[in-house]
Each structure stands twice: as C-alpha cells, then as structure tokens.
C-alpha cells in the first residue's frame, strides 16, 4: 500500500516540477523587459551624456583655442604707427592695417560665440547682439573706451568658458564612472536571467523526461498471463479428444 500511494503522488510532483520551471522561464521573458531593460536604459543614457559633456568640453576648449589665435590679430591695431618723417599715405596704410586686424578680431569673437553657441555654452542671439552693440560703438569712434568695452566682453566671455570647459570635463568623467557601475548592474542582471532561464528550462526537460518513462507493468500480470494460456491449452485438449 504504501508503494501505491507513493506511486500516486509521482505525477503530481512532475507537475510540480513542470510548473516551476514554467514560472523561471516566465520570470526570464518578462525580467528582460522590467529587471533588465531599465538597468540597460540607464546605461545608454549614461553612455550619451558622457559622450555629450566630453564632446561639449572638446568644442569649448577648441572655440577657446581659437579665439586665442584671433585675439593676437587684435593686437596688431597696437603696432606700428605714424612717425614725424612718415608721409600721408603711409600713416593711412597704416590705419588701414589696423581696420583689417579689428575686422578680423570682431570675426573671430563671432566664430568663437557661434562655436560655443554649437556647444551649448552661450545663448546665441543674445550674445550676439551685446557684442554686435560694442563693435558698432567701436566702429563709429574708436577710442580706448570703445575699444576697452569690445575687449572686457570677449575677456569676460573666454573666462567663463574656461569654468565651462571644466566643469563639462569633469561631468565627462563623473559620467564614465556612473557609466561604468550602471554597466555592472546591467551585466549582473542579465546573467541572473540566464541563470534562471536555464534553471526553468533543465526542471521542464527534466519532468518531460520523466513523463515519457513507460508505466510499470501491474502486480500480479505474469500470473494472469499463465491462467490464460493454461485454459487455452485445456480448451485444445478437451477439442481433440472428442469422438469425430
């Protein structure tokens, strides 16, 4: 009896055994989406802003490196200039020299705030048009107060950049670091779910095996077998013994 009983609750423990490999493959297809998918998110995003804040440090500092170059042409309007025996035509050669290195000056501070402008360190109307207003000022009369006014704006605006520059490459790297944690965790979790994929799959395998082992034969068949056959032989016997 105890046999019989212990044999009845067999297929129900495969079941059991079906069930919850089931539930871990469940649990694998759905943690992809909720464990896995959001632990990947945050890396991406991660990986996009260390991309960006370095990008943003790369192009401050080169619009920075430039305004540099430009900022010597601006010094050329301080050499040379007219002295007693010089003709008139000379001292306007050199006036004219010195319009061209303004010229080129104003350019490069507009390069220098559109560079930024790309980089998203500046508003680009609105600084534009505050220095706009003080080279105008600059053209219509030159002086040192104009001139003074155009230089403390572009100097003012390269220190700010520099802080700028700093401040993105140090987001830069404060973002490779969360990167490099939030890549852990996305790595961790995936090899969880392959853990506990391949659980649920070897439990499903494993009553899927045992379901298709043949049933065992009944107590007692041998013996009936043995009856059968002993009737059939007296059956004959009885047959060939009867008169013709």
Excluded: W
């Amino acid at each position: 009896m105890a046999k019989a009983r212990s044999h009845s609750r067999f297929p129900s423990a495969k079941a059991a055994v079906a069930v919850v490999g089931f539930a871990l493959n469940l649990v694998a297809a759905l943690g992809g989406a909720f464990y896995v998918g959001p632990a990947r998110k945050a890396l991406d995003a991660l990986t996009f802003e260390a991309a960006l804040e370095t990008a943003r440090s790369q192009m401050i500092r080169a619009a920075t490196a430039f305004d540099n170059t430009a900022e010597q042409l601006g010094s050329l309007v301080f050499v040379g200039g007219a002295g007693p025996n010089q003709s008139a035509g000379a001292d306007e050669a050199i006036q004219d020299l010195r319009r061209r290195a303004l010229a080129h000056r104003r350019d490069g501070v507009r390069a220098y705030i559109a560079a930024l402008a790309l980089a998203g360190a500046v508003d680009f109307e609105a600084t534009s048009q505050t220095y706009e207003a003080l080279a105008e000022a600059e053209r219509r009369a030159f002086t040192r107060e104009t001139y003074g006014a155009a230089n403390a704006f572009e100097a003012d605006l390269a220190t700010r950049m520099v802080t700028a520059q700093g401040e993105a490459a140090l987001g830069a790297i404060k973002a490779r670091a969360q990167r490099a944690e939030a890549k852990r965790i996305a790595t961790a979790r995936e090899r969880a779910l392959v853990f506990v994929s391949l659980a649920g799959a070897t439990l499903v395998f494993a009553a899927t095996m045992a379901g298709t082992r043949a049933a065992p034969a009944p107590r007692g068949g041998g013996r009936l077998v043995a009856v059968a056959l002993a009737r059939l032989r007296a059956k004959r016997a009885a047959g060939g013994s009867s008169p013709a």
